[in-house]
C-alpha cells in the first residue's frame, strides 16, 4: 500500500453526494446547519474540504424534497446570537437514505471493479 | 448537539460577518421573507464558526476572517441559492421589484399604489366583462347591461383612489406608530382598517341591492359586488396582517446600511 497520506476530497469530487452525507450525519438526529457541518468533519476524518456555504442550498432542496424537516429556535438555551434552524430527517428522508446507501454500494462495486484495488 | 461558548462577538466583527452574507445573498432573486431566512441561518453559521475559532485561541479578526473564507466564494453562493428558488420565490421577487421598491420604504406609498392598483384592476375588470356582454360573450350571469357595468367600473375605480387616500393616510399613521414601536397602537390600527374596510363594503352592497330600483338586475349585481367585496376585503385583511407580522423583522435587516461596507469590495 502507498506510503503517501490520501489526498483532501473536495466539493467537486463530492459532487452529487452532499445530500446523501446530510441525510446520513441527520440520522444520528436532530441538528443545525453548522453542526451537520461538523459531523461531516468528524465521519469523513479530517479529509473533507467542503465549501460551507454549499451545505446550506443542499439543506434547502432536502427540505423541498420533503426529506428534511426543519425547525426555528430562538435563543436555545440562552444562547444569544441569531435565531437557528435545526433539522431532522422525516420517514421519506430515511427511505432517500437507504436508496442513496444502495446506489452507493453499487457504485463502491462497480468501479472498484474496474480500477481495482491500490498495490 | 454540540454547542460552542457564547462568547459574545463584538459588534464590529458581527457587522463583518453580515457583510460577508449580505453579499452572497443579495443578488439572488427571491421574495425577501425568503432571503432573510437565508440571511439568519447563513449569519448563525458564521457566528459559530467563528465563536469556534475564538475557542481554539485564534483573535476574533482572524476567526472572522478565516469563518467568511471558509464559506467560499460569494458569488458561487449566489449562483447556488438561486437555483433553489422556486417559482413562488421568483414571483414574490417580481412582486418586491415592481410594486414595494418603487414605494421605497414607506408604508404610505406601498398602501396607496397597492390600493390604486387594485382599483384599476377591478375596474379593468369589470370594463371587460362589459364589451363582452356587448359582444354577446360570456355565460348568462354576465350578460349585465353595459351603461350598469361602466358605471360599476366608474364605482370601483373611484373606490380605489378613495381607499388609495385612506391607505396613505393609514400608511402615515402606521409609519408613526412604526417608529414609536407601539405594537399595541399597530394592531388597533389594523383592526380598526379592516373594521372600516367591512363597513364600507357592506354599506356599498346595500347602496346597490337598495338604492337602485330602476335597474332590474340589481339583485344579482348585489350578489356578484357582494362577493367580489368580500374576496377583497378578505384579501386585504389577510395580506395587511402578514404585512405587519413578517416585514418587520426584514426591514429591521435591511435598514441596518451596510452598502458602503458592501461597495468596498
Known amino acids: 500500500m502507498s506510503s503517501k497520506s490520501p489526498a483532501p476530497i473536495d466539493g467537486v469530487q463530492l459532487r452529487g453526494r452532499l445530500e446523501t452525507m446530510a441525510l446520513a450525519v441527520l440520522e444520528e438526529g436532530e441538528a443545525h446547519g453548522f453542526e451537520v457541518l461538523r459531523r461531516l468533519e468528524a465521519r469523513g476524518c479530517g479529509l473533507l474540504k467542503l465549501r460551507e456555504g454549499s451545505l446550506y442550498p443542499a439543506l434547502y432542496r432536502l427540505e423541498e424534497r420533503g426529506l428534511l424537516k426543519a425547525r426555528w429556535e430562538d435563543n436555545p438555551g440562552g444562547r444569544k446570537g441569531p435565531a437557528r434552524k435545526t433539522y431532522r430527517l422525516t420517514p421519506k428522508g430515511r427511505r432517500q437514505l437507504q436508496a442513496g446507501r444502495e446506489e452507493w454500494a453499487t457504485f463502491v462495486t462497480v468501479i472498484g471493479g474496474i480500477v481495482g484495488a491500490p498495490e | ?265
Do not use: Y
Not at chain 2, 476574533?60 to 473564507?69: H, K, L, N
Not at chain 2, 390600493?115 to 362589459?130: D, E, F, R, Y
Not at chain 2, 339583485?219 to 405587519?244: E, K, M, P
Open chain 2, 1 to 265: 448537539m454540540s454547542e460552542t461558548t457564547g462568547v459574545q462577538l463584538d459588534p464590529k466583527i458581527e457587522r463583518r460577518l453580515r457583510v460577508a452574507v449580505e453579499r452572497a445573498v443579495r443578488p439572488v432573486f427571491d421574495g425577501e421573507l425568503n432571503k432573510l431566512k437565508v440571511r439568519r441561518e447563513l449569519l448563525d453559521h458564521l457566528v459559530e464558526s467563528c465563536r469556534a475559532g475564538m475557542n481554539a485561541g485564534e483573535d476574533p479578526s482572524t476567526a472572522a476572517d478565516a469563518a467568511i473564507a471558509r464559506m467560499g466564494d460569494p458569488a458561487a453562493l449566489t449562483a447556488e441559492v438561486q437555483a433553489g428558488v422556486t417559482l413562488a420565490g421568483r414571483i414574490a421577487a417580481l412582486n418586491e421589484w415592481a410594486v414595494r421598491r418603487p414605494c421605497g420604504g414607506s408604508h404610505a406609498r406601498h398602501a396607496a399604489w397597492m390600493a390604486c392598483l387594485m382599483g384599476g384592476m377591478m375596474g379593468a375588470l369589470l370594463l371587460a366583462s362589459s364589451t363582452m356582454a356587448e359582444f354577446g360573450f360570456g355565460p348568462d350571469g354576465l350578460r349585465f347591461r353595459p351603461v350598469v357595468i361602466r358605471m360599476m367600473a366608474f364605482l370601483v375605480t373611484s373606490f380605489g383612489v378613495v381607499a388609495a387616500a385612506g391607505a396613505w393616510f393609514g400608511g402615515r399613521v402606521r409609519d408613526t406608530l412604526e417608529a414609536a414601536g407601539n405594537r399595541v397602537g399597530l394592531r388597533a390600527l389594523l383592526l380598526a382598517t379592516a373594521a372600516g374596510l367591512s363597513l364600507a363594503v357592506v354599506g356599498s352592497v346595500m347602496w346597490l341591492a337598495v338604492g337602485w330600483p330602476a335597474v332590474p338586475w340589481s339583485g344579482q349585481f348585489a350578489r356578484s359586488w357582494a362577493a367580489l367585496s368580500v374576496i377583497f376585503a378578505a384579501a386585504t385583511i389577510a395580506l395587511s396582517w402578514l404585512d405587519i407580522r413578517e416585514r418587520e423583522p426584514i426591514e429591521q435587516w435591511l435598514a441596518l446600511d451596510l452598502s458602503g461596507d458592501l461597495d468596498a469590495g
